[in-house]
C-alpha cells in the first residue's frame, strides 16, 4: 500500500454485494474498486466496466496475484471464503472477508491463524458495526445509560423466491437463514452482551433442509439473554432492542442497516437519535484503510476473536437443526 494514498481495493468474485460495495467505495477517499476477479473474463470485463475498474482478471488467483492490488474483499458464496481467503493470503494480501465470514468455527479459526503467522491484516466485513448509529448505541451503552443489560433482541426475516438453486437455500452454496441473516443478529448480541455461555435454539428447516426458520436464545452469566429471530420464509420486523435496568434502546428497521433509535429511559422519556449516513459499506472500508495505515492486523471493533466465537455460536445453533 502506498502512504496517503487511497487503497487499491481488488475485489474477488462479482455478485451482489460486491457491486454494492464497488458502488459505495465511490462514496469516500480512502480506497478505490481497482481490481475484479472473476471465474470468466467476460464477467470481470463487465463488472469493470460497470465500475470503471481498470485491472480484471479471468481468475481468483490472479487478481490475489495483481502486485498492484493493496487489498482483497472476498465476495463469493461463504463455503468459498475459507479457500479464497487462503488464496490472498498466500499471495501476500490483507483480506476483508464477506458475513459469514466461513462455514464453520474450525475454519474461521484456521483463516486466522494464516494470517497471524503471516502478519497479514484480515476481517470478517461485519459492516454493521461501522455505521454511524451503532457507533452512537456503542457510546450511549459505553457512558452506562442503559444501566445493566438484561435484554438484547433481534430479528431479521424476509421473503426470498423458492429456488432450491439460489445461494440462500442451495446447501452447497451455505443456505439458509443463519448464516445469511442471522448471523447480524448474533454478530449484535455479542457487540452488546460478549460471548454467551448457554445456547437454545429451534429449527425448522427450509425446502431444502437448511435452516429456515431458526429462533435462538443465548444465555450470559450476568443472567442475561438474547432472543434472536430469523427466517428466510417470512417479513418480519427486521428490529433490536436493548434493554437495561436504567434504559433501552429501540433500533428502527433495518436495524443492522444505516437507520435512526430511540432511547427510552425508565421514567418514559424519549430522545430520537438519527445520525446521518452516506452509504453503508464505506464505513467497513474506512476501517480497513485506517487499520492499514496504522499497521494494525485486526480491527477494535471486529476482533478476530470474536469472529471465531461467533462462528461458535453459530456451530451451535445449527446443531439443532437435526433435533428439532
Ligand atoms: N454485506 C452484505 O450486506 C451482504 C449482502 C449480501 C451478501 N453478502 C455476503 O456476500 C457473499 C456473496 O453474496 P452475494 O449475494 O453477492 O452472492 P451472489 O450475488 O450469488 O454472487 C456471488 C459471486 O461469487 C462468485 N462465485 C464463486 N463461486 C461461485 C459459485 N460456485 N456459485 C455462485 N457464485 C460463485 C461469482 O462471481 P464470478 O462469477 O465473477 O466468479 C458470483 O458472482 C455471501 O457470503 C453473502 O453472505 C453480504
Sequence with gaps: MTEGKPLRWGLLGTGGIAAAFAGDLGRTTSGVPFAVGSRSQGTADAFADRFDIPHRHSSYEALVSDPDVDVVYVATPHPFHYENTLQALHAGKPV??????????????????AARAARLFLMEAMWTRFLPHIAEVRRLIGDGVLGEIVMVMADNGKVFDRDATS??????????????MGVYNVAFASMVLGTPTRVAAMISPAFTGVDGVTSTVLGYPSGAQAVLTCTTSASTPTAAVIAGTDARIEIDPVYFTPTSFTLVKRNREETRYQPEAQGRLRYEADEVARCLEVGLLESPYMPLDETVAIMETMDEILSHNAKN
Excluded: Q, S, W, Y
Aim: negative net charge; hydrophobic residues 55%; proline residues 3%.
Design 167 to 180: 445461494r440462500i437455500f442451495a446447501p452447497e452454496l451455505g443456505g439458509g437463514a443463519l448464516l445469511d
Design 96 to 113: 476483508l472477508v464477506e458475513k459469514a465470514f466461513t462455514m464453520n468455527a474450525t475454519e474461521a479459526r484456521e483463516l486466522i491463524a
